[in-house]
């Protein structure tokens, strides 16, 4: 079957992890994921787990032979705001050399490159110069809340030497990039209640505390002026970037355009942040505290003078190395809740949670997976450190005590998670062409 074809029956499920009444499309999903793979001559099973299923594929183990895990995820964001896309997000529709769907990018079209450069070796040679296992979840975009306890269970069968990734993006104009780092995370959520219900803002203004007004203080407090986090110890423990790291960042920054490209890609007339660095070292080398969502109040046409009894936001933190997300949490916690005033209650919940992951790019299998990079798509790859989180890194380290290489195939105008998700279709094809040579590199 035609790689597109196979890409567009992939994009049709609406694997959307975070939404329960999806749970069936995320079982279809991983049945297919099983089918592919058996198809294409491996041995493959869905396991199901608390939440979505996961899908592990490998071929017959030959002990003379290195092992390489490659992992990947078949669930997506969810598709909204939905009048954004211009065609429906589980319609793919293909133009000018994109494919555009939700997951498009991330992460079905980079996984399945990895799937059909196994079943292009397989098909022409009957065999690999490597064992391969696939990890394929179903809940990285929600934290991977059931993939640790698997690892931990299923840790023989996934022994392997390194894992290999393709869930990150290529440089700005496109170009080749290994990844060797990427930021951690930490979620949190916080619901302020203050009255009994909403009140008359004329008639209790200036009485009793709004807790509106105590979210956007307590959010405010966060930065100063400037974007610096100011919660006591937040940047304790970050790991300086090394004169090697400084200078692959300005290599990056000379050969990608620079704050110009970065300004074009999100949209806006400025940038902004923390000052000292530069904008590629404060995505991929600096933590941040970000407002995911904020809410209360009346939100419907015109004005409706009320105070509203509860007010909530959502933040994630995106952490760097050495920070542990534990510790980052309590600090916060313990920063908003000096903060907060009499006469109203801050419920804070953490969500999910991972640290930081690094790897050596001049290791001998980073040196093998820059050399399939540079094969596949015609350039030297440049080294990159970036914003993303795949939670699960420190986790594979922990575990199975391997290095996770991350040879990202997503354009990084790929909008992914925003409307009109797509991948470029040379990038796909190109990730086929990738996985054979990265596989024989690695041997
Ligand atoms: N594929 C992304 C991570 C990514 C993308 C890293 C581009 C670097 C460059 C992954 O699927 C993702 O979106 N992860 C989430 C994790 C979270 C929901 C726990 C993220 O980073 O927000
Ligand atoms: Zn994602």
Redesign the pocket.
């Known amino acids: 079957m035609d790689p597109l074809e196979e890409l567009t029956s992939f994009l049709r499920f609406p694997s959307i992890s975070t939404q329960p009444e999806h749970a069936l499309d995320l079982v279809s999903c991983a049945e297919w994921l099983r089918e592919k793979l058996t198809a294409i001559g491996l041995t493959a099973t869905v396991y199901p787990t608390p939440g979505s299923p996961v899908v592990v594929a490998a071929t017959p183990r030959d002990p003379a032979k290195r092992t390489v895990l490659i992992y990947g995820?078949y669930d997506v964001?969810p598709p909204d705001p939905l009048d954004g896309w211009t065609t429906p997000p589980f319609e793919p529709r293909i133009e000018e050399g994109r494919i555009y769907a939700r997951g498009a990018a991330?992460?079905k079209g980079q996984i399945l490159a990895h799937i059909l450069g196994v079943a292009e070796t397989l098909r022409e040679k009957g065999s690999l110069p490597v064992n391969v296992i696939f990890l394929i979840e179903g809940e990285?975009?929600?934290?991977?809340p059931n993939l640790a306890s698997f690892l931990r269970e299923h840790r023989e069968e996934l022994a392997c030497d390194l894992v290999a990734i393709s869930?990150?993006?290529m440089a700005p104009g496109n170009k080749p990039a290994l990844?060797y780092a990427?930021?951690g995370?930490a979620?949190m959520e916080l619901l302020v209640r203050g009255p009994a219900r909403d009140l008359h803002s004329g008639l209790f203004g200036g009485a009793v505390a709004n807790p509106a007004t105590v979210v956007a203080r307590l959010l405010a407090s966060l930065h100063d002026g400037e974007g610096r986090v100011l919660i006591p110890g937040f940047y304790d423990a970050v790991r300086p970037l090394e004169p090697w790291e400084r200078a692959a960042a300005a290599d990056l920054e000379k050969a990608s355009g620079g704050d110009e490209a970065i300004k074009e890609l999100a949209g806006v007339t400025e940038l902004f942040g923390e000052k000292d660095f530069t904008t590629i070292e404060r995505i991929g080398a600096r933590p941040t505290a970000e407002v995911n969502g904020i809410g209360g109040g009346y939100q419907g046409a015109g004005t409706k003078t009320v105070l509203p009894k509860e007010a909530f936001a959502k933040l994630?933190f995106r952490l760097v190395a050495d920070q542990d997300p534990a510790v980052i949490l309590a600090a916060a916690e313990e920063y908003l809740r000096n903060q907060t005033p009499a006469g109203v209650l801050l419920e804070i919940v953490t969500g999910?949670a991972?640290a930081a992951y690094q790897s050596d790019p001049n290791s001998p299998d980073g040196l093998a997976a820059r050399k399939a990079l540079a094969g596949a798509f015609g350039a030297e790859p440049l080294l990159l450190r970036?914003?993303?989180?795949?939670?699960i890194l420190a986790t594979l380290k922990e575990i199975l005590g391997v290095d996770s290489y991350?040879l990202?195939l997503?354009n990084p105008d790929s909008r992914?998670?925003s409307p009109d998700e797509n991948m470029l279709i040379e990038n796909f094809l190109g990730g086929i062409r990738m996985n054979q040579i990265l596989l024989q590199e690695l041997a």
């Open positions: 995820h964001q991330d992460n990285e975009e929600i934290g991977s869930d990150t993006a990844t990427l930021r995370i979620a994630t999910h991972g970036d914003g993303g989180s795949i939670p991350l990202g997503a992914i998670h």
